[in-house]
């Protein structure tokens, strides 16, 4: 009760101090900062919160590496199953629960306790799973794997939130970074796990493999994880809950069947979503308890957290999802080529990360978030100007040092936000943040995949299906030399200008950076200097 009290009056004061919006002061004092964090860590130390912060790792990696697992086997589960058509939606249907759930969970987390969140969320993604692997035809598999987004909108959020809760600011940006790393390491290993369990066993293991991890990590949080009784009763905001899916949803089907669709059913979804997102923002303004806390995003280092957070996810889809069109359509390599560059620009993430956290603890979010920006820009300017001739190595070069700009900007901004917060808004603020991240993956997806499709189109109006051609070896080697030459080159131009895209956005992250506060990092605003010694007074 003495660490609930101490909770208790932490988010009285600050929520005073914030204009009762539960935010800490812009430039408190590093030790008052500090002191505040440790009555709030202090039901945790040594070797429990290592355990802790381990359970909460694998829970991260068990959803993150979802999606690279599945993606690799997605063709021997398509045969198997038929329904080839409704292929896209297996990943459409996770993302889709995942993105709409993740603002809901980050406010029940806030209202009920850590804990119960996350059992719900990590045993609806381990039904979801077994469910998964237990399919008999695709529509069956794509419910089941919105049943385990539905999960995984709780386990990413929930797991960076305990993190925050048992860490100080300034530990927290060590390991945040740690937890960050995760995905680079998901990432890395996916494909390969994947690719093994298929070839060695069924693709059916690939749902299963997760089960051992995500139980372990229950049964850990369940035994080393004390938490107060607490329960905040709240009204739940239907109204907004219903335009976050009507939002989303349009967003996801956009993003997802975009190359699918005619030219006026696409606008047409992405009209309805950005409607419903305006009327969600309105909202927000108004309703009482809104599913969307967008009053936390009066405080300036949210606010920009949030901007950033967008900005780099909308980087990520325009790298991952389109180098591997540049390695195969244009330079002619192999898939497995592909995935090599972009294995390294996920190691260099781990790395970046990692950095970073400890970087921004000598420095300030301001230059940890500058150094991520600048390296973004300078390696997406660098892909921009490739063309059809360059070594792969170049490609894997500019590849990684976008992931080392992406490593530390991700790392900067969940520290940074999580730090503006006080116990009883933290799960929310996080939680609108990875919201904000992940709509802007999908607004990189959509833009990038657009600016794609018009500058094919612009050059070759003619010709369908051009990076289909030069991606398939067969088709690619059957193409007579002077028009594959062609198509190589017009579908060079084109990614190039998706590259130059992501390069503006690197620099609008850049220019986010700077408006962070120049001195305010983990633990608070620095102390300025005293003179040494009283000045006289000039009359």
Known sequence: MTVARARGAESAQAGRRGHGLGVMPEGGDRSVTESASRAETGLLAGRTRRLVLAACMMATFTAAVESTIVATAMPSIAADLGGFRLFPWVFSGYLFTQAVSIPLYGRLADAYGRKPLFYLGTGLFMLGSGLSGLAGGMAALVGFRALQGLGAGAVQPIAYTIVGDIYTPTERARIQGLVSAVFGVAAIVGPSLGAFLVEHGSWRLIFWVNLPVAGAAIAMIA????????RRPRRTDWPGAGLLVVGVGALVFATGQGGRLDPVALGEALLISLAALAMLALRGRRAADPVLPLDLCRDRVILLGCLGGFATGMVIMAVTAFVPTFVQAVLGYSAGRAGTVLGAMMVV???????????????????????GGAAMLAGCTWLAGLGDGTPLLAVAAATALIGWGLGFCNTTWLVAVQARVVHARRASAT????????LGQSMGAAASGAVLAFGLHHEAPGERHVVARLVDPLRRAALPAPLRTHLVHLTGTALSEVYLLAAVIGLAALAIGGTLPAALGPGGEAPRRKPSRAQPRRT
């Not at 035994?223 to 607490?230: I, S």
């Not at 993430?349 to 150094?371: C, D, F, H, N, Q």
Request: charged share 15%; glycine share 6%; net charge positive.
């Open 223 to 230: 035994a080393f994880l004390p938490e107060p009784r607490t």
């Open 349 to 371: 993430w781990v790395l970046g990360s990692t950095i970073a956290g400890r970087a921004m603890v000598r420095t300030s979010y301001r230059a940890t978030a500058l150094a």
């Open 431 to 438: 939680s609108a943040l990875m919201f904000m991240r992940f």
